[in-house]
């Protein structure tokens, strides 16, 4: 009887297994493609990409509920405000560095909590307050430093281009001051999350039409719709998602049947950078970010970007320096040694973030 059943569940489940799951097709071609970008450095990223993640909790400011208190207790620290009270109160800072302090300021309302050692690991579920919002949103810390980047002001009006599921935006409304805040995203479904996201965290009064606008228009024809107005652009671009691709079958774009739309990343990506590039206003600032190593979604995609932008709409621009930012917070980030365009979180057993490239422009015309 065994023998029978086997014989007929066999070839189903043959036929339909692929030869190579896509987790190990995406960590093949991470070994070719990165084995020769990062060198050496690659053999303890890949250790780092294929072991368990570390989190941050985002402090929902909007939220009554001291979440902060509560993580602190059990050892978490804000590595933001950490870093700016340690530049504050430093005898040994020197002026230059305050002067770069100055250069790069960070909002002292947005907090995100680590948990130092790498061992320990944050509750993942957050408690609503008698609002029902909740106390803090869990994402990669490393997350957070393209918003940081973004440095958004008192009045600014920004936009967040590829904005789902909303982790970022939930980001950049913490800093509170904001003029007005338009999230998009091209994927419906996507969208809708991202408006439970926003719903979870931020009063009712702050997400009204006012104040925020959430939109799922194809990200690359922004322009048709809206140019030269935002302070700030946030391009967070879908990309090979390296640590999902090493980890997870589902959803993952070196399936067999996803190839076109891996290889169309670059061309997709740059026409999205093209567009944010558009709709920031002269002396607007926007701020690309994949959470990919690769070198061609990465300095490829800024560096063509900034030459159509130049090419196609006579648009100067000027990439903005993140060391003093990055700078900050080495002690809880492994950053990429000696970059030449942007930025780059790279995982590492120690502090086991990222990977979050990110590269600053400002449009000068
Ligand atoms: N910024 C988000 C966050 O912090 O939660 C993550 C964004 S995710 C890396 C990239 C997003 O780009 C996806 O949600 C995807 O649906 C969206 N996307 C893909 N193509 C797009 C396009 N042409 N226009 C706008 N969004 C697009």
Redesign the pocket.
């Known amino acids: 009887c065994l023998t029978v059943r086997w014989s007929r569940v066999k070839p189903k489940w043959a036929t339909t297994r692929p030869k190579y799951p896509a987790t190990r097709l995406a960590l093949h071609h991470f070994d070719v493609a990165y084995g020769s970008q990062l060198g050496p450095l690659w053999p303890s990223v890949r250790v780092a990409l294929l072991c368990e993640k570390k989190y941050g909790a985002l402090i929902n400011n909007f939220s009554h509920h001291d979440a902060m208190a509560e993580l602190q207790l059990q050892g978490c620290k804000d590595f933001i405000s950490d870093t700016a009270a340690a530049e504050r109160g430093g005898e040994e800072v020197s002026q230059s560095d305050l002067q770069t302090t100055s250069d790069a300021s960070v909002h002292s309302n947005i907090k995100c909590l680590v948990f130092p050692e790498e061992t320990s690991y944050l509750p993942l579920l957050s408690r609503p307050d008698s609002d029902g919002l909740l106390g803090y949103y869990l ?1 990669d810390a490393a ?1 957070v430093l393209p918003c940081l980047a973004l440095d958004v002001r008192e009045g600014h009006t920004v936009l ?12 950049i409304m913490q800093t509170y001051d904001l003029g007005f805040l338009c999230v ?4 419906v479904s ?2 809708m999350r ?1 408006r439970r ?1 926003l719903q979870s965290y931020v009063p009712k009064a702050q997400l009204s039409d006012a104040k925020v606008h959430i939109s ?7 322009g048709d719709v809206e140019r030269d107005s935002f302070d700030r652009v ?1 391009v ?4 090979t ?1 390296d640590r999902h691709s090493v980890t997870e079958d589902d959803n993952n774009i070196f399936r067999k049947n996803r190839v076109g739309d891996r290889r169309r990343l670059p061309q ?1 990506q740059t ?2 950078l093209l ?1 944010g590039i558009l709709a920031a206003r002269p002396g607007g600032e926007i701020v690309y ?3 990919s190593l690769s070198q061609q979604q990465n300095q490829g995609v800024v560096e063509q970007a900034a030459h159509l932008a130049l090419e196609q709409h006579g648009i100067h621009t000027q990439i903005v320096d993140l060391k003093p930012l990055t700078q900050k917070f080495s002690n809880t980030f492994h950053f990429a040694p000696g970059l030449s365009v942007g930025e780059m979180v790279v995982p590492h057993l120690a502090a086991n973030f990222g990977p979050i490239y990110m590269c600053k422009l400002r449009r000068l015309t």
Request: charged share 15%.
């Open positions: 994402m997350s967040d281009l590829c904005a789902a599921p909303g982790g970022k935006a939930l980001t998009n995203d091209s994927s996507r969208t991202l996201v799922s228009f194809d990200g690359t024809m922004w946030l967070d671009v879908p990309c998602t997709l026409a999205l567009a970010s994949t959470c």
